[in-house]
């Protein structure tokens, strides 16, 4: 069974500040991952996906990926109200079906104004 | 020019029925997806069409069946509903296979939210 743990939250954090939300895996072989965004009563939507150690940017957003500790971290710097929201991990695993994610339960990010 | 369609947005009934979602996607997507979020917003996969071929089909009661008619629509029936089966079913899609390469950005609908009574 492959497991992506995420911490719930809620996560609060003052506008301005860093958020920073982190995701651990417990497949080895996972080469894919994904940070979606999900508003109250909306959809998913890809906001960063990242395949290779390190560090990976867009905007404010950063992701970070540790493949030898099984972990992937989402940064959001200067984090607006607009922010708030649910934030979900999903991995790919290498010999998994292709497309098959496997989602965490996301974190609850709520940015005060 | 919604990317990724579903219908209805909601869909209210009694325990006993037979009941269908639909999805369309117009991003000539090959692959397709449904999604069950339960009320603690897990998000868990239930199946998958790659070019109208069934490639995924996740432990799910056989009530649940998909229906591919072409590879920009997914249907999805459910026979006899439950009341566990109240949730929010999503659709999505992705590219599919382009040089080679599985591209593996999902792209979702707006969700249908289903209670069952």
């Known amino acids: 069974q492959k497991e992506v743990e995420q911490n719930s939250g809620p996560l609060s954090v003052p506008e301005g500040a860093i958020a920073s939300l982190n995701c651990t895996y417990s497949?080895?072989?996972?080469?894919?991952f994904f940070w979606y965004r999900q508003y109250s009563g909306k959809s998913p939507e890809l906001i960063m996906s990242?395949?290779?150690?390190g560090d990976k940017e867009d905007g404010r957003f950063t992701a970070q990926l540790n493949k030898a500790s099984q972990y992937v971290s989402l940064l959001i710097r200067d984090s607006q109200p607009s922010d708030s929201a649910t934030y979900l991990c999903?991995?790919?695993?290498?010999?998994?079906?292709?497309?098959?994610?496997?989602f965490g339960r996301g974190t609850q990010l709520t940015v005060w104004p | 020019d919604t990317a990724v369609s579903q219908t209805p947005k909601y869909l209210v009934t009694q325990m006993g029925n037979d009941k269908s979602i639909k999805c369309e996607q117009n991003l000539g997507h090959d692959t397709m997806y449904w999604y069950k979020q339960d009320s603690k917003k897990f998000l868990k996969i239930m199946f998958s069409y790659n070019n109208k071929e069934l490639i995924i089909n996740e432990t799910v009661p056989n009530r649940f069946s998909p229906k591919s008619p072409d590879k920009a629509h997914l249907n999805l029936h459910i026979n006899s509903l439950e009341l566990g089966d109240s949730a929010v079913y999503f659709c999505?899609?992705?590219?599919?296979?382009?040089?080679?390469?599985?591209?593996?950005?999902?792209?979702f609908g707006p969700g249908t939210r289903l209670l069952v009574l």
């Open positions: 497949d080895r072989v996972s080469q894919s």
């Open positions: 999505a899609s992705s590219p599919g296979t382009s040089g080679g390469v599985f591209q593996e950005t999902q792209y």
């Open positions: 999903a991995v790919n695993s290498r010999g998994s079906t292709l497309g098959r994610l496997y």
């Open positions: 990242i395949y290779s150690n």
